[in-house]
């Protein structure tokens, strides 16, 4: 009988994801990356460290809660540090990590594409509503 060498043993032990699976923790990275708040917040700190304020003035319409909220959800998943900067008041920056950053390129895709689709998006509706 042959022995596994060291990097057979560890490919065999690779855990496999697949988001189409109903217990795979990538659903809820997806669910996470898909809310629009989340894509809004992780591209409008494309440009570098922001404040809770900077991010609420750039992403329209969010809730000083939802904000805070996705701040951090996306601390938790590691796409996001939070720096305090001890002063009078208390400053806080949040800043894309390294993780953050590789999500930029895709969340772009997908903001431009909406950008870009809208109006065929308006026009299907319509269509679909008048039926």
């Not at 659903?27 to 997806?30: E, I, W």
């Not at 806080?92 to 390294?98: P, W």
């Not at 950053?101 to 895709?106: D, E, K």
């Given at each position: 009988m042959a022995t596994a060498t060291a990097a057979a043993r560890r490919a065999e032990q690779k855990v496999v994801y697949n988001a189409f699976l109903a217990n795979c923790p990538t659903?809820?990275?997806?669910a996470t990356i898909a809310d629009k708040w989340a894509a809004l917040v992780i591209t409008a700190m494309a440009d570098?460290?922001?404040r809770h304020g900077e991010i609420a003035r750039k992403v329209a319409g969010v809730s000083q809660k939802m904000l805070?909220?996705?701040l951090r959800v996306l601390e938790r998943d590691g796409l996001v540090t939070r720096t305090v900067t001890p002063s009078v008041p208390v400053r806080?920056?949040?800043?894309?990590?390294?993780l953050g950053?590789?999500?930029?390129?895709?969340l772009r895709?997908?903001?431009?594409?909406?950008?870009?689709?809208?109006?065929?998006?308006?026009a299907a509706r319509g269509t679909y509503d008048a039926a």
């Open positions: 659903r809820q990275v997806l570098g460290p922001r805070t909220q996705t806080a920056d949040y800043e894309l990590t390294e950053q590789s999500l930029l390129p895709v895709a997908l903001k431009d594409w909406s950008e870009t689709h809208i109006e065929e998006i308006i």
